[in-house]
């Protein structure tokens, strides 16, 4: 059973158009993170959501963590070309908060497509 | 800074051969981690460290070995290499931000083809 859900699996769209994303779980996290990977690269970190309700921008992304912080959600505003890759959550579950950073779990991620 | 670095690239093995992926970080992190990626299954952890000296096993940890000598260095060995080995293979380091957050930084991967 995958602990962090994603979906959708694949997103494809026309450049301006608007998107979100989810990553969810029946598990409390004590943060989340999310991931941009482009093809042929490693992930980049965009952002970590720590407290439940949080909201964070960065640019046309926003990010949210769920009250319960059981679930996050990323929404594009107007997309781009350039957003186009693989978008992974990744978080460490509340029981094991304090252990080892080993213990990151990620979700399998939604592929972007976003059109000219 | 140079950041997470990996060599080789790209490397093809034979089933049975032996290999040791490289990987290197100039930012004096703690952590260390190897996941592999694979279509469908997301990245998984094979090992990580917390410090020099000290490693752990991850999810799917059989048939690598780790070794954390110094803090830059982490090293993963295939010791008999198998075609379910073939993968794109990450390196990651990072450091504890608060009690809640690590920030991960990734390397550009090794492409792997076990034969």
């Known amino acids: 059973t995958q602990l962090l859900e994603q979906s959708p699996q694949f997103l494809s769209i026309q450049e301006g158009e608007n998107l979100t994303v989810y990553c969810n779980s029946s598990s409390v996290f004590s943060s989340l993170q999310w991931y941009r990977q482009e093809p042929g690269e490693g992930p980049v970190l965009l952002v970590t959501v720590v407290t439940g309700g949080e909201v964070k921008k960065l640019k046309r992304l926003t990010f949210q963590f769920g009250d319960a912080r059981k679930d996050s959600s990323l929404h594009i505003t107007a997309a781009q070309p350039g957003d186009t890759g693989l978008y992974l959550c990744?978080?460490?579950?509340?029981?094991?908060?304090?252990?080892?950073?080993?213990?990151?779990?990620f979700g399998k991620g939604t592929k972007l497509s976003v059109k000219p | 800074n140079a950041g997470v670095t990996q060599t080789p690239k790209f490397q093809v093995l034979k089933t049975g051969q032996s290999m040791t992926l490289q990987c290197a970080q100039d930012m004096n992190h703690e952590y260390m981690s190897w996941y592999r990626q694979d279509p469908g299954m997301g990245l998984r952890l094979i090992h990580y460290?917390?410090?020099?000296?000290?490693?752990d096993q991850g999810e799917v940890p059989n048939g690598y070995n780790v070794s954390r000598s110094t803090t830059e260095d982490f090293p993963l060995r295939l010791l008999s290499a198998a075609p379910s080995q073939t993968s794109v293979y990450f390196c990651a380091s990072s450091y504890r931000v608060t009690d809640f957050s690590y920030e991960q930084y990734f390397g550009p991967g090794t492409r792997l083809t076990v034969t």
């Open positions: 990744a978080g460490v579950p509340l029981w094991n908060y304090g252990g080892s950073q080993g213990n990151l779990i």
């Open positions: 460290s917390v410090g020099a000296g000290i490693t």
